[in-house]
């Protein structure tokens, strides 16, 4: 958007191309789909106003950092598919005979790579954590330097999708 328009033009700008979506998605001119409109456009368009910031955009180069990681570490995850899957289809069948599976939290100690230590790196390690179905990571806390992660059912596979092993 122009730098030349005011902040209040451009959460403007936000509102009104946030509503012209809205309502071609939702196909009616109902008072109570409208008001959740303009609700969901506010969200949307003062959201939008806190996360642009000034400067060149630096996303593309961090992540393009990411791909040293190298193949073997960056499949690991879609390759845990199949193993996971099987995983919970055992899960499945003991519930189905009475015995519930327990799920549980796990924290681990997390020192990223230089690659990782982005906003990029610590997205990429939360959205390929989460790809398995037998985990969800919750999310990396570089203060504290840990990851934690919810496993539907435990097993001993480390928890950093993207560590060195």
Do not use: C
Not at 96 to 125: I, Q, W
Request: charged share 20%.
């Amino acid at each position: 958007m122009s730098a030349h328009l005011p902040a209040g033009g451009r959460w403007l700008v936000r509102w009104v191309l946030l509503m012209v979506l809205w309502l071609a998605l939702v196909d009616t001119q109902q008072w109570p789909e409208l008001t959740a409109g303009a609700v969901a456009a506010v969200i949307g368009a003062t959201i939008g106003g806190l996360i642009v910031r000034t400067g060149q955009p630096k996303t593309l180069v961090k992540s393009a950092a990411l791909l040293r990681l190298g193949p073997r570490r960056l499949s690991r995850p879609v390759v845990r598919m199949a193993a996971d899957t099987g995983i919970l289809i055992v899960a499945l069948a003991r519930t189905l005979t009475g015995r519930r599976p327990r799920g549980s939290f796990r924290v681990v100690r997390y020192a990223p790579d230089p690659p990782r230590r982005s906003a990029a790196g610590r997205a990429l390690t939360e959205i390929w954590g989460s790809l398995t179905p037998n985990r969800y990571v919750i999310g990396t806390d570089e203060e504290e330097g840990v990851l934690m992660v919810h496993e539907l059912v435990r097993t001993d596979e480390p928890l950093d999708p993207l560590g060195e092993r």
